[in-house]
């Protein structure tokens, strides 16, 4: 499988270098332009609709794995039947299904990202076909369907609509995470390349699992956790100090969703009530971010999604850092959280003695 992992890793990240040309020109001969303001750090207007680029090249890497890769086939092709509490079989769940399941909510969410590009969608509408994105995808099995609480309990499952309504928010949260800290040259590639990457080595360690369908399960999230981080590096090329495009919501929503999403057929099929903390914490500095802004938001009776100039990264601005700088100082810390979320992963899958 290592070969497939590395295969997906560099066609996507070559597909969305060379794609990202093409898309630059489109984004200027339809005006998706992101022009300066008071909020925003640049100083001359930069084509959106970069997150197209990346969705390409990930698309590219799938189809060439589809293409070439009989094992990719067989995985895809593998079935396991649903139990609930009772032991009692309830449905059929395949790895292929839930990989349709995420490709046809991928297409909805960079219809929602290029259309929020080139006129600004309202929040309420955009909220709504978020939350069909992430049904859709829940409806085809991403779903967080329960967990293994620790001391020996056995396996929970959720009823249905604690289920659903967990996986809507867990990928909903994801979505806009990222989206709120796309505010500086290079930083949401970057730090979702670093996320990615460690999605991926996390998925590699669990992958020894006695359990078939998990085991299946990690392999998915695997690949699309290095078709991801290809993506993201890829586009980096055009994207860092200075950038000569910017991924738009186009980008953030797909990298968020996928973030989501790998956590939650790979960290969180893992079952215990620990693989919560592993997706957080490889997210926990845009995570952190996130709930301080809505917190001062709130204080200041503002609406949660009012616009500021008070993330950490413009609080390092503030401080004299450069663009480079902050971004590089980011990426370090996000890596250090990323090496912490590994270290849990390799204690956990030490047998105890």
């Known amino acids: 499988m290592y070969k497939l992992y590395l295969l997906a890793l560099i066609v996507s990240g070559v597909a969305t270098y060379f794609l990202t040309f093409g898309v630059k020109k489109l984004a200027v001969k339809y005006g998706v332009m992101d022009i300066p303001d008071a909020r925003r750090v640049h100083t001359v207007p930069i084509p959106r609709w970069g997150g197209l680029a990346m969705f390409g090249g990930f698309v590219i890497s799938m189809l060439t794995l589809l293409i070439v890769s009989k ?154 956790a290095a078709g991801l981080c290809g993506a993201c590096v890829g586009f980096l090329f055009h994207n860092f100090y200075p950038a000569k495009i910017f991924m738009g919501d186009t980008g953030a929503l797909f990298l968020g969703f996928m973030l989501g999403t790998i956590a939650v057929i790979g960290t969180l099929k893992t079952a215990a009530v620990i693989s919560l903390i592993i997706p957080v914490l490889v997210i926990a500095l845009p995570v952190l971010d996130v709930a301080m802004a809505i917190i001062r938001r709130l204080m200041r009776r503002q609406s949660i999604m009012a616009a500021d100039k008070e993330h950490f990264h413009h609080r390092l601005l503030s401080l004299g850092w450069s663009q480079r700088e902050a971004v590089l100082f980011i990426y370090v810390l996000s890596i250090v959280l990323s090496e912490t979320a590994i270290i849990i992963t390799i204690f956990r899958a030490m047998p105890l003695k």
């Open 71 to 224: 094992r990719f086939h067989l995985l895809l092709a593998y079935r396991n039947p649903l139990k609930d509490n009772n032991g009692d079989v309830i449905g059929m769940l395949s790895i292929g299904q839930q990989f349709i399941g995420i490709i046809v909510a991928l297409v909805i969410i960079i219809i929602l990202g290029m259309i929020d590009d080139k006129k600004s969608v309202p929040p309420v509408p955009k909220l709504l076909t978020q939350i069909i994105a992430a049904y859709v995808a829940m409806d085809f099995g991403v779903r967080i369907f329960g967990l293994e609480l620790p001391w020996g309990i056995d396996f929970v499952a959720f009823p249905i609509i604690v289920t659903q309504i967990l996986t809507v928010f867990w990928l909903i949260g994801f979505m806009n995470t990222i989206n709120l800290i796309d505010g500086l040259d290079g930083l949401a590639a970057g730090v979702v390349a670093i996320a990615a990457f460690t999605f991926l080595i996390v998925a590699i360690l669990q992958g020894q699992t006695q359990d078939i369908f998990q085991a299946k399960q990690l392999k998915l999230a695997a690949i699309l």
